[in-house]
């Protein structure tokens, strides 16, 4: 058990390009959430899938937003034409439905938008 | 609207003290709650969490309790390190493979 991993772990990127984010959770876990941070907030919940189906989308997860767990794996976080207030922390968690609902947290992946 | 509230957001203390972090609810209809603590610029630990059914759990120097009626939470510190600085953040679950809903977190610092 290696833990939740991100890459990459710091993308700095010009407005209006796109960047990919992925994620690995936990292998045994079968759901993998996605949640933002600002500086000095706690993290927001942007979407959550249980296996490969995404079941639950926050109102913050503009349609500039897609994230895909291709196979119920590993899972991609895609922002297009990135604005200046999409600089945060990202945060990918994962968890098993036989367990006591514990999220593990990865280290996230911290996005600078110039 | 369910919201997670934490007091205070800043706190500095002489390395050795006891100290009490709150966090509260406001609907008391919850799964689970945990805590965890982050680093800065880094991802977040988990260090406890309550069962809806519990009122305490403990891991060594750390107690959290439970109070639902009441909507509350407290993270209990004993013997405070400065290896205890970090912010530490609530997190509550109200449903069963659902989202986490967040406090701002405490800013927790331990003065040598």
């Known amino acids: 058990d290696t833990g939740v991993s991100q890459n990459p772990r710091h993308k700095i990127t010009k407005r209006g390009q796109n960047v990919t984010f992925r994620c690995d959770p936990i292998s045994e876990h079968n759901r993998l959430y996605w949640y933002r941070q600002t500086l000095g907030q706690g993290p927001e919940f942007l979407t959550y899938?249980?296996?490969?189906?995404?079941?639950?989308k926050s109102r913050l997860l503009s349609d500039r937003f897609s994230a895909e767990r291709p196979k119920g794996s590993f899972s991609t976080l895609e922002i297009q034409r990135t604005e200046q207030g999409d600089s945060a922390m990202y945060l990918c968690a994962s968890s098993s439905d036989r367990g006591r609902e514990t999220q593990y947290f990865g280290p996230g992946t911290r996005l600078l938008v110039l | 609207k369910q919201e997670v509230t934490q007091i205070p957001a800043a706190l500095s203390v002489p390395e050795g003290e006891n100290l009490v972090l709150n966090c509260s609810f406001t609907d008391s209809a919850i799964y689970n709650l945990q805590w965890f603590r982050q680093d800065p610029g880094k991802g977040l630990t988990s260090l406890l969490l309550i069962q809806s059914s519990q009122r305490e759990q403990t891991s060594g120097r750390l107690n959290a309790s439970l109070d639902k009626s009441s909507g509350r939470s407290t993270l209990y510190i004993a013997a405070s390190q400065p290896g205890d600085s970090a912010t530490y953040l609530c997190a509550v679950l109200y449903n069963q493979g659902g989202k986490l809903i967040f406090g701002q977190g405490t800013e927790l610092s331990v003065k040598p």
């Open positions: 899938f249980q296996n490969e189906a995404q079941l639950e």
